[in-house]
């Protein structure tokens, strides 16, 4: 039985999410927004029963066994550690910080019978799907490089707000790079160890944002990782990611991995491929076609694997009698929250690395950081 649903979010992808759930034969219940304008007219243009702008009201809905989050990240882990609590199954976006990461795994630990999945689409694309099982087959033999480019328009929203600020989550590293490093770290089944950052922000002000306000978060991201093992770099994947977002009118989504007997790029939603002695590409699977709804803000590769996503999410539901109960098998290649706090660490030590401008090591926190742990050596040193 297919569980009752709830959104958290009136931006683009709820726009595009809610059609895509009622098409798989999710009803949608709920739906949050951040001022009761913004919920009531897209409930109304999405045909949604409840709207509200608090939080509970649609975590504490008796209809409401899944809970889909999509809001700006300093929000999210609130939310997502509440719904589970409440005992909601959790599909979200990722935090703000790796402290709220590591705060959104503890909760997934604690309720390991709920789902509790980061929505990074691009896992679902099939392009991607079917990259991974090529690499798996030794298509490319030994992986050695990932290059990804991925060009586009600005990211700031028409006016001030989360978008615009580096702590809020803003920012191509946060919002389209954390998305490329939990893909690479899929596709190649390996986690990066080292890596090596440049951040910029080009575009301080605009026509819409001025005065006294200054965008802080970056629109240029360059970053370079060393992915597999730690003790032998011989043997380690070498990435790099190039994120350029001041492109108006167009959009350029790339990911190539080469071995050593072969190359495999998947360009938008098409998937190409090229052994070592072949004279040219073949391709390997192309793009079908997109006939869901259309949203200028989100590009085709994120929408095709948002659709394939909640046709994951339909296959994994429906099977069961109890509408919380759900099989693991259709959303295996989700993220977990786990893989959500591996992500954010890499993006901090990107953030480092830009600010020092030395390689900087990825280590995940085992544990919560003591709030009160400054102050506690300030006393200690005022003591001294």
Request: charged share 20%; net charge negative.
């Amino acid at each position: 039985m297919l569980p009752g649903v709830g959104v958290f979010g009136t931006g683009s992808t709820a726009r595009v999410l809610v059609p895509l759930l009622k098409a798989e034969g999710f009803e949608v219940h709920a739906l949050w927004g951040r001022s009761e304008d913004e919920a009531c007219c897209l409930a109304k243009e999405l045909d949604i029963p409840f709207h509200t702008s608090r939080s509970d009201d649609v975590l504490l809905h008796q209809d409401v066994d899944l809970v889909c989050i999509y809001i700006p990240p300093s929000m999210t882990r609130q939310i997502a550690v509440k719904a589970l609590g409440i005992g909601k199954n959790v599909v979200c976006e990722k935090a703000a910080t790796a402290v709220d990461s590591f705060k959104m795994v503890t909760a997934a630990r604690y309720y390991p019978q709920l789902l509790s999945i980061m929505g990074n689409t691009l896992r679902f694309l099939p392009a991607f799907v079917a990259m991974r099982q090529l690499l798996v087959e030794g298509y490319v033999g030994e992986m050695q490089v990932c290059d990804v480019r991925v060009y586009g328009p600005s990211l700031l929203d028409q006016s001030y707000g989360w978008t615009c600020e580096e702590l809020m989550g803003g920012g191509g590293l946060h919002t389209v790079g954390s998305t490329i490093i939990d893909l690479l770290s899929y596709l190649t089944g390996a986690r990066a160890y080292r890596v090596h950052g440049l951040l910029r922000t080009f575009v301080q002000q605009n026509g819409l944002i001025r005065g006294i306000r200054r965008v802080t978060s970056d629109d240029f991201c360059f970053f370079q990782m060393l992915m597999g093992g730690a003790s032998s770099t011989s043997t380690a994947v070498c990435c790099t990611v190039t994120l350029n977002f001041n492109m108006p009118g167009s959009f350029v989504h790339e990911v190539m991995v080469v071995g050593s007997t072969g190359r495999l790029v998947a360009r938008g939603t098409e998937l190409y491929g090229q052994r070592n002695g072949s004279t040219s590409e073949e391709l390997l699977l192309g793009d079908a076609g997109w006939v869901g709804p259309e949203v200028k803000e989100m590009p085709l590769p994120h929408l095709r694997g948002l659709s394939s996503m909640v046709k994951a999410l339909r296959q994994s539901f429906q099977a069961h009698e109890e509408r919380r109960s759900w099989a693991p098998g259709p959303v295996a290649i989700a993220p977990t929250f786990e893989e959500g706090l591996y992500v954010q660490t890499v993006v901090e030590a990107v953030k480092r690395s830009s600010c020092s401008g030395e390689w900087e090591c990825v280590e995940i926190m085992s544990q919560e950081p003591d709030p009160n742990h400054n102050l506690c050596e300030a006393l200690q040193r005022n003591k001294n």
